[in-house]
C-alpha cells in the first residue's frame, strides 16, 4: 500500500529523525571517551554575576577545539575539551585544576580573571603543570620564569596607553579612580598603575574609593562621594554589569564627566547594562572589533553561525588563540611534558587580527587599541 507523503512526514520522518540524532548523541561519547584524545581543560567563573568574562572564554575556547577537530585534530588525535567553573572562588579554582590535571588534562587554558590564577599559582608550579590564560593580565605576575603564561599583556601596556591618551589627547588633569575588590589582583593593580602613570605625566588622581562587588554596595553613594571631588574624569575598574551601575548614577546624577573602563568589562553586559550611560566610555584593548583581516572575517562569521548572531568579544578572541597556541606547539612537539618550552621556543604566533608573540617569561607582546562606545558598540577610534 501506497503511504500518502503527509502521513509519512508524520510517522516516518519523525522515528528517523530520532534515530539520526540518538547515532550523532553516542557518537560524541564515543568520541570524548576516545582514549586517544588530547584533553583540553578549560577554567572560568561560568556562574554568578561576573560570569560574562568566563562564558566568553569558554565560547572561544570551544569554538578553537571545534575548528581543530574539523580539521583533523592535532597530529591525528581528536581534541577533548573538558570545562569546569570556578565560581570565582579561591577554593574552588584549587579543586578543578586538581580535578583536570588528575582527569589527563595536557594543559589548562584560564583563568579568566587574576585573582583566580594568582590562588592556583601554588598548585600549577608545584605539579609543572601549563597553565595558559586568555586574559589574566596582573602586572604581579610578569617577568616570572613559572606555568603560568598568557596570550594577553600584562596590564601595564593598557594603563600606560590609557594615561597617556587621557592626559595628551583628552587633556584631563584630575582624575578620579574606582574599583572593585572581587578581583583584586587585576584591580589594584590596574587602577595603581594607571594613577603612576597619568601623574608621570602631570596629572593628578585626586580622589579613590573600592568596593567588593554584593548585594550591599551603594552605586548611589559611590557616585555621590567622588562626585564631590570634582574630578575631570573617572576611570572604573570593575566588572561588566558593575561598571555599568557606576556609569548609569553618574549619569543620573547629571555629570557628564568622561569615563574611562578597564577590559574587565569590555563584554555585552556592559552594553546591556548600562544603556545610554556608557555611550561614549573610553577604554584600551587588544582587538579591533571592525577588522576586515581575512583569519577574524571567517572566525568572525564562524562564531555567530555558533553562538547566535552576537559579535566576539576580547575575551572569545584570546580564547580562540590560546587554543590555537597550543595547537600549534602540539604540532610541532607532540610531547605534553614540553608544551612550555614548545611554546616559549616558538615566540611568534599567528593570531586572528595579526602576529603576536609570547616572550622568554609567557607574557604576550601585542599591539593596543583605544575604544570607545558608539551607537550601544564597541569602536576602534585610533587605526
Known amino acids: 500500500m501506497k503511504i500518502p507523503l503527509t502521513q509519512w512526514k508524520r510517522t516516518a520522518f519523525p522515528v528517523l529523525m530520532t534515530i539520526f540524532c540518538a547515532t550523532v548523541f553516542f557518537a560524541g561519547i564515543i568520541d570524548?571517551?576516545?582514549?586517544?584524545?588530547?584533553?583540553?581543560?578549560?577554567?572560568?567563573?561560568?556562574?554568578?554575576?561576573?560570569?560574562?568574562?568566563?562564558?566568553?572564554?569558554?565560547?572561544?575556547?570551544?569554538?578553537?577545539?571545534?575548528?581543530?577537530?574539523?580539521?583533523?585534530?592535532?597530529?591525528?588525535?581528536?581534541?577533548?575539551?573538558?570545562?569546569?567553573?570556578?565560581?570565582?572562588?579561591?577554593?574552588?579554582?584549587?579543586?578543578?585544576?586538581?580535578?583536570?590535571?588528575?582527569?589527563?588534562?595536557?594543559?589548562?587554558?584560564?583563568?579568566?580573571?587574576?585573582?583566580?590564577?594568582?590562588?592556583?599559582?601554588?598548585i600549577i608550579n608545584e605539579k609543572k603543570f601549563l597553565m595558559l590564560s586568555p586574559t589574566t593580565s596582573t602586572n604581579k605576575l610578569t617577568g616570572i620564569d613559572d606555568y603560568f603564561l598568557r596570550v594577553i599583556n600584562?596590564?601595564?601596556?593598557?594603563?600606560?596607553?590609557?594615561?597617556?591618551?587621557?592626559?595628551?589627547?583628552?587633556?584631563?588633569?584630575?582624575?578620579?579612580?574606582?574599583?572593585?575588590?572581587?578581583?583584586?589582583?587585576?584591580?589594584?593593580?590596574?587602577?595603581?598603575?594607571?594613577?603612576?602613570?597619568?601623574?608621570?605625566?602631570?596629572?593628578?588622581?585626586?580622589?579613590?574609593?573600592?568596593?567588593?562587588?554584593?548585594p550591599d554596595v551603594s552605586f548611589k553613594d559611590i557616585a555621590r562621594k567622588l562626585l564631590k571631588a570634582k574630578p575631570d574624569g573617572l576611570l572604573i575598574v570593575a566588572g561588566a554589569v558593575n561598571t555599568a551601575m557606576v556609569c548609569q548614577h553618574i549619569r543620573m546624577a547629571g555629570s557628564k564627566m568622561p569615563i574611562l573602563i578597564s577590559g574587565w568589562a569590555q563584554t555585552p553586559d556592559l552594553l546591556r547594562h548600562g544603556g545610554?550611560?556608557?555611550?561614549?566610555?573610553?577604554?584600551?584593548?587588544?582587538?579591533?572589533?571592525?577588522?576586515?583581516?581575512?583569519?577574524?572575517?571567517?572566525?568572525?562569521?564562524?562564531?555567530?553561525?555558533?553562538?547566535?548572531?552576537?559579535?566576539?568579544?576580547?575575551?572569545?578572541?584570546?580564547?580562540?588563540?590560546?587554543?590555537?597556541?597550543?595547537?600549534?606547539?602540539?604540532s610541532r612537539n607532540p610531547d605534553p611534558k614540553q608544551l612550555k618550552e614548545t611554546i616559549l621556543k616558538q615566540k611568534t604566533f599567528n593570531g586572528l587580527q595579526g602576529v603576536f608573540e609570547i616572550d622568554s617569561y609567557g607574557d604576550a607582546k601585542r599591539r593596543a587599541y583605544i575604544v570607545t562606545v558608539i551607537k550601544n558598540r564597541f569602536t576602534v577610534v585610533n587605526k
Not at 66 to 92: A, F, H, M, S, Y
Not at 156 to 180: E, G, H
Not at 284 to 296: E, P, R, V
Open 32 to 122: 570524548a571517551a576516545d582514549k586517544n584524545a588530547l584533553k583540553i581543560g578549560f577554567v572560568g567563573g561560568l556562574t554568578g554575576k561576573s560570569s560574562d568574562l568566563g562564558i566568553q572564554g569558554r565560547n572561544g575556547v570551544t569554538l578553537a577545539v571545534e575548528d581543530i577537530n574539523q580539521q583533523g585534530g592535532i597530529n591525528g588525535r581528536p581534541v577533548q575539551l573538558i570545562t569546569k567553573d570556578d565560581k570565582q572562588d579561591p577554593q574552588t579554582a584549587l579543586k578543578v585544576d586538581r580535578e583536570l590535571i588528575d582527569e589527563g588534562a595536557v594543559v589548562i587554558i584560564g583563568h579568566m580573571t587574576s585573582t583566580m590564577t594568582e590562588a592556583v599559582l601554588p
Open 276 to 330: 545610554p550611560a556608557v555611550e561614549g566610555i573610553i577604554t584600551t584593548q587588544y582587538i579591533d572589533h571592525d577588522s576586515t583581516a581575512k583569519l577574524y572575517a571567517d572566525f568572525r562569521e564562524r562564531y555567530r553561525a555558533r553562538f547566535g548572531d552576537v559579535e566576539p568579544t576580547f575575551a572569545v578572541v584570546m580564547g580562540y588563540e590560546a587554543v590555537m597556541v597550543v595547537k600549534d606547539a602540539l
Open 154 to 214: 600584562p596590564n601595564t601596556q593598557l594603563t600606560n596607553f590609557k594615561a597617556d591618551y587621557v592626559s595628551r589627547n583628552m587633556k584631563l588633569r584630575r582624575m578620579a579612580t574606582i574599583y572593585d575588590l572581587s578581583n583584586r589582583a587585576y584591580s589594584e593593580d590596574y587602577a595603581a598603575n594607571f594613577k603612576s602613570e597619568f601623574e608621570h605625566l602631570g596629572g593628578k588622581v585626586i580622589y579613590t574609593d573600592s568596593f567588593k562587588a554584593g
